[in-house]
């Protein structure tokens, strides 16, 4: 859109608008003290850290898909260090049982009872290495935890640790020896990241930093999980005009209505649109990038800007949109072009 967008045209005044302000502004300069970090240790990928940031800022997990060797997992130990988290790795494998992930009751033979023994998921970063890997009774074992935040153990149900984030990985370009996830799965996943090959002088600076005589870099701790506990709540407080809601549900709408928004040529490249988990995923994220642009307000950018990353699995294309090679991003491409910007 070509209409001017001036400041706090989407903001509302109220008491508390100074306050939001100052918080906006305090957290705004705390995570890219938080992002400098950790960019001593990763070169490149800033996009992809700000948006797991903005996952874990909405309490929204993560599906990040990229080829091996893109430091997906440096990355996300590097945040887990800088914000003092805890950190649980999972490399999902196909001879995986449930009990791994979520953990086991143990028999005490001599007194005749059962012990809990908690799994890797109780962490509050928890890294799914290759969840496309193992079964689909082990992807399984995440549903629970990744939407309650709980885990149930024979009788017991146990509460996980708060803040509390899965990433999980997957390769996009191996088949063999995989388990694709179902639709129920994807969607309990907030955002869908496709990671891409470094730059060439980024590349360079990779090697110089990683395969040079001196040490390797590490990362300190900058924030705790107070303080990103803090800026969720913060992040909860930012202002949503109503026309604003009213473009995120058009947007969303249009990939199961295409018809009814002038797109009628998408009509046979969609299977299925995307849930209404989208339109909330696309609220939550768009107030996380306010909040960490120092604004306390969604501006119609912040929702154009993280459609793709919370629509693109979302969406079920056709055996016509594979034939024509038509992805999901080419969809959303024209559900933005076409719906008009408040």
Same mark, same amino acid.
């Given at each position: 859109?070509?209409?001017?967008?001036?400041?706090?045209?989407?903001?509302?005044?109220?008491?508390?608008?100074?306050?939001?302000?100052?918080?906006?502004?305090?957290?705004?300069?705390?995570?890219?003290?938080?992002?400098?970090?950790?960019?001593?240790?990763?070169?490149?990928?800033?996009?992809?850290?700000?948006?797991?940031?903005?996952?874990?800022?909405?309490?929204?997990?993560?599906?990040?898909?990229?080829?091996?060797?893109?430091?997906?997992?440096?990355?996300?130990?590097?945040?887990?260090?800088?914000?003092?988290?805890?950190?649980?790795?999972?490399?999902?494998?196909?001879?995986?049982?449930?009990?791994?992930?979520?953990?086991?009751?143990?028999?005490?033979?001599?007194?005749?009872?059962?012990?809990?023994?908690?799994?890797?998921?109780?962490?509050?970063?928890?890294?799914?290495?290759?969840?496309?890997?193992?079964?689909?009774?082990?992807?399984?074992?995440?549903?629970?935890?990744?939407?309650?935040?709980?885990?149930?153990?024979?009788?017991?149900?146990?509460?996980?640790?708060?803040?509390?984030?899965?990433?999980?990985?997957?390769?996009?370009?191996?088949?063999?020896?995989?388990?694709?996830?179902?639709?129920?799965?994807?969607?309990?996943?907030?955002?869908?990241?496709?990671?891409?090959?470094?730059?060439?002088?980024?590349?360079?600076?990779?090697?110089?930093?990683?395969?040079?005589?001196?040490?390797?870099?590490? @990362? /300190?701790?900058?924030?705790? !999980?107070?303080? %990103?506990?803090? =800026?969720? *709540?913060? &992040?909860?407080?930012?202002?949503?005009?109503?026309?604003?809601?009213?473009?995120?549900?058009?947007?969303?709408?249009?990939?199961?209505?295409?018809?009814?928004?002038?797109?009628?040529?998408?009509?046979?490249?969609?299977?299925?649109? @995307? /849930?209404?988990?989208?339109? !909330?995923?696309? %609220?939550?994220? =768009?107030? *996380?990038? &306010?909040?960490?642009?120092?604004?306390?307000?969604?501006?119609?950018?912040?929702?154009?800007?993280?459609?793709?990353?919370?629509?693109?699995?979302?969406?079920?294309?056709?055996?016509?949109?594979?034939?024509?090679?038509?992805?999901?991003?080419?969809?959303?491409?024209?559900?933005?072009?076409?719906?008009?910007?408040?």
């Amino acid at each position: 859109s070509n209409r001017i967008v001036y400041p706090f045209q989407y903001g509302k005044y109220t008491m508390d608008s100074q306050q939001n302000q100052n918080d906006a502004e305090y957290f705004q300069d705390r995570f890219r003290t938080l992002q400098a970090e950790i960019g001593k240790v990763i070169v490149g990928q800033e996009d992809a850290l700000k948006k797991v940031l903005l996952g874990f800022l909405c309490g929204g997990h993560v599906l990040l898909e990229g080829v091996p060797g893109l430091a997906k997992t440096l990355l996300i130990q590097t945040l887990s260090t800088c914000i003092k988290a805890e950190f649980s790795r999972i490399q999902f494998t196909p001879d995986m049982l449930p009990g791994d992930v979520t953990g086991t009751q143990i028999f005490n033979p001599r007194e005749g009872t059962y012990s809990i023994r908690t799994g890797p998921v109780f962490g509050n970063i928890v890294l799914a290495d290759e969840i496309n890997r193992a079964p689909a009774k082990v992807q399984a074992a995440l549903l629970e935890a990744m939407q309650e935040k709980q885990v149930t153990l024979g009788d017991e149900t146990l509460k996980l640790p708060n803040p509390f984030l899965v990433l999980a990985t997957q390769n996009p370009i191996e088949q063999e020896g995989t388990y694709p996830l179902p639709e129920a799965q994807l969607d309990r996943f907030m955002m869908k990241l496709q990671l891409h090959y470094p730059k060439r002088d980024e590349e360079i600076r990779i090697l110089d930093r990683m395969a040079g005589t001196g040490r390797l870099p590490e @990362a /300190s701790s900058v924030m705790d !999980l107070d303080e %990103i506990i803090k =800026a969720q *709540a913060a &992040a909860k407080k930012i202002f949503v005009d109503d026309r604003i809601k009213g473009y995120t549900v058009d947007v969303v709408n249009a990939t199961r209505f295409p018809k009814e928004y002038g797109c009628e040529h998408l009509v046979k490249f969609i299977e299925n649109g @995307a /849930s209404v988990r989208a339109s !909330l995923s696309l %609220i939550k994220v =768009a107030k *996380a990038r &306010a909040l960490m642009e120092g604004r306390t307000y969604v501006s119609p950018h912040d929702i154009k800007s993280m459609a793709y990353e919370v629509l693109r699995h979302r969406i079920a294309l056709s055996y016509e949109a594979e034939a024509q090679a038509k992805t999901a991003d080419d969809i959303i491409d024209e559900i933005l072009e076409k719906i008009e910007v408040p």
